[in-house]
């Protein structure tokens, strides 16, 4: 099991940025996958953007197509971080904000970090 605690929510107006960190409880080069997923109220879960370490295909990332060009996943060796930056935001990206990691079949998930895109 892997531990996860997401930090960087907020408030920020429309057009703003904003940083979210997640601390993951082991090295983050031996997890498979991580990913920032969020829910708006009244709304199902849904992926934001996703890191894969295939073994044979290498790495590969993703994003949903809301926020392609927006947003930048990213992961710190040093820190054991997985980082989600998020420029020129959006009210519809008003949301609770997921940290998740695969790793040996087991998935996790963080508390959720509240961001409010609103003026």
């Known amino acids: 099991q892997v531990e996860l605690v997401e930090s960087g929510g907020g408030l920020v107006q429309p057009g703003g940025s904003l940083r979210l960190s997640c601390v993951v409880s082991?090295?983050?080069?031996?997890?498979?996958?991580v990913a920032w997923y969020r829910q708006a109220p009244g709304n199902q879960r849904e992926l934001v953007a996703r890191?894969?370490?295939?073994?044979?295909?290498?790495?590969?990332?993703t994003y949903r197509d809301s926020v392609k060009g927006r947003f930048t996943i990213s992961t710190d060796a040093d820190k054991n971080t997985i980082d989600l930056q998020m420029n020129s935001l959006k009210a519809e990206d008003t949301a609770v904000y997921y940290c998740?990691?695969?790793?040996?079949?087991?998935?996790?998930w963080g508390q959720g970090t509240q961001v409010t895109v609103s003026s």
């Open positions: 890191i894969i370490n295939g073994i044979s295909t290498g790495r590969s990332t």
């Open positions: 082991r090295s983050i080069t031996d997890i498979y996958a």
């Open positions: 998740n990691a695969v790793h040996g079949g087991s998935v996790s």
